[in-house]
């Protein structure tokens, strides 16, 4: 079932703050309730004491004009309490009036007569069981319900004066019913209020947290359908900066990483097609001439025949080196997932030194100076210094790397040039150069030459056999390797190129 967010964390929160609210206003009103109710019956229980400190008021001279009028006791300040003072048979003695005119008017909160007794059960009870336990005369406490309204009755047992007599004060709980309803509503008021604001505040602030997810949720749709990676979510939120905006911000950068990513696979695949398709034609053109022209002299079938192998041969080796990039762009995000893991056993410890040797003993017949007719092979190849190192990697990768660079070097230098080779250590890194003393690298091309299929000299590269990959292999290894690659080089004076890879620690 769907059930909307806003709406669910909006129901949760009044949830809680209702039963806050709930807590609290009961707590409240109880504390309140039971104040009002203990006020009242000490105010009934000091008023029925009051009484039998005016004992006097019943002596002798005044039993001939039952029952006396409780002045003294009103003069207290009798608070709206009215009280019957009466013998052990129930008959009236005392009694406060309300009425000046008629002294004989008993009542209580506005009511006309009183009963005598108010309570007769708890007077005919204290009666009967006229001391507690530990002697004190004994008390009641009773509500009765009279004309329609509740009358808290106190009723004490007193034998100051005579055999014992009962005397009861009354209140009605009236006021206090009110106050405790203006309390109730006034909290239901105050709570629904607080409720009423609270729940706007919480529905604005979740509204505007989940626009901007929503937000989000909506670009990310129309990506997808539309393969658009140009969309941006708005990143400024309306309560200011804080993790949403943050979340947007980066989710725009990833938007960007694959805008970036999405459009250098486009212009490779482009690019790739683009390099295949030349040899195709020409190896194409070739076939085509050979099929149509089948009493082609036989010097020129051979060299239609050579000129499409030698394609084929250039078409196979960008193949190789595209499914090289390929997979070296697999490993090297495998690589950065995983963290650099020298112990997995892809990754060894390799002896660069042992490694460069063997390199330049490959290339040396080709960089050797003369020839059997005194004639140079190729430039000059020279092995300068040269340090045992250990470095942690694949050796058939790093081989790879230094072939490259020795191919480059030699391809791009003329014959009479030489090319050098050095290993050294720099603190923490292996140092190997290649340096020539060739064509070098035009400035506005130098930052370009570790792109894929970036070639500074179309023609030259094309007809030494470049394919505009081997630097960008060269670089994709290497930073898999945590190395680095860097270039230096002058036109017409020469280029060198530093490979730095770290040491292999000793400890492992
Ligand atoms: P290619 O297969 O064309 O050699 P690379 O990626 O190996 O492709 O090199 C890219 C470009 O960098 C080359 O086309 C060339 O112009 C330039 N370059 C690379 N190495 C050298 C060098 N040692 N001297 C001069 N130019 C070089």
Redesign the pocket.
């Known amino acids: 079932m769907y059930f909307p967010l806003q709406l669910r964390l909006t129901l949760f929160y009044a949830v809680l703050l209702g039963l806050a609210l709930w807590f609290f206003g009961n707590t409240v009103y109880t504390q309140a309730e039971q104040r009002a109710y203990t006020d009242l019956d000490t105010t009934l229980s000091s008023r029925a004491a009051s009484v039998s400190l005016g004992k006097g008021l019943l002596s002798g001279q005044y039993k001939a004009a039952l029952p006396n009028l409780l002045q003294s006791v009103d003069e207290l300040g009798s608070g709206g309490v009215a009280i019957e003072v009466l013998d052990n048979n129930l008959n009236l003695l005392a009694t406060t009036a309300s009425n000046a005119n008629d002294p004989l008017q008993i009542s209580v909160g506005g009511l006309g007569n009183s009963p005598v007794p108010w309570d007769i059960q708890a007077a005919q009870w204290v009666l009967r069981h006229p001391f507690s336990q530990n002697g004190e005369a004994s008390s009641v406490y009773s509500t009765i319900t009279y004309q329609g309204q509740h009358i808290r009755v106190y009723t004490l047992f007193n034998r100051d004066f005579d055999a014992g007599h009962v005397i009861q004060t009354a209140r009605s709980e009236q006021d206090i019913e009110q106050s405790l309803r203006d309390l109730r509503s006034l909290l239901w008021s105050g709570g629904a209020l607080v409720m009423v604001f609270a729940l706007l505040g919480g529905w604005f602030i979740t509204w505007s947290v989940l626009r901007m997810v929503r937000r989000m949720t909506k670009t990310a749709h129309s990506i997808s359908a539309s393969r658009d990676f140009s969309q941006r979510v708005p990143t400024g939120s309306v309560l200011g900066k804080d993790e949403l905006s943050t979340l947007a911000a980066t989710f725009n950068e990833m938007l960007a990483n694959l805008e970036e990513a999405y459009w250098r696979q486009q212009r490779f695949v482009a690019d790739a097609s683009h390099e295949l398709r030349a040899p195709i034609t020409s190896i194409r053109c070739n076939l085509d001439l050979l099929a149509t022209a089948p009493d082609l002299p036989a010097e020129e079938a051979r060299s239609a025949l050579a000129d499409a192998q030698a394609e084929a041969a250039r078409m196979g080796r960008l193949v190789n080196d595209l499914l090289t990039l390929a997979r070296s762009d697999d490993a090297a995000q495998e690589a950065r997932a995983n963290g650099y893991k020298k112990d997995t056993g892809q990754v060894q410890k390799v002896d660069l030194d042992s490694l460069l040797l063997e390199v330049f003993r490959q290339y040396k017949p080709a960089g050797e100076d003369v020839n059997d007719d005194n004639k140079q092979q190729g430039p000059r190849l020279l092995l300068q210094d040269i340090t045992p190192v250990q470095v942690y990697g694949d050796a058939d990768q790093l081989k790879q790397v230094l072939v490259?660079?020795l191919?480059?070097?030699l391809?791009?230098?003329p014959y009479e040039g030489s090319v050098s080779l050095s290993l050294t250590t720099d603190e923490r890194y292996a140092v190997v150069k290649?340096s020539?003393t060739?064509?070098?690298?035009l400035p506005e091309?130098l930052p370009h030459?570790?792109e894929r299929f970036?070639?500074?000299?179309?023609a030259?590269?094309?007809e030494?056999?470049?394919?505009?990959?081997?630097?960008?292999?060269?670089q994709s290894i290497v930073q898999e390797h945590q190395g680095s690659v860097e270039?230096d080089?002058t036109p017409g004076k020469?280029?060198t190129?530093t490979l730095k890879l770290p040491v292999a620690s000793e400890i492992d």
């Open positions: 490259a660079l191919d480059n070097a391809k791009y230098t290649v020539d060739g064509i070098g690298i091309d030459i570790f970036y070639r500074a000299d179309r030259r590269s094309r030494r056999g470049g394919s505009g990959l081997g630097l960008t292999i060269v270039v080089s020469g280029s190129f």
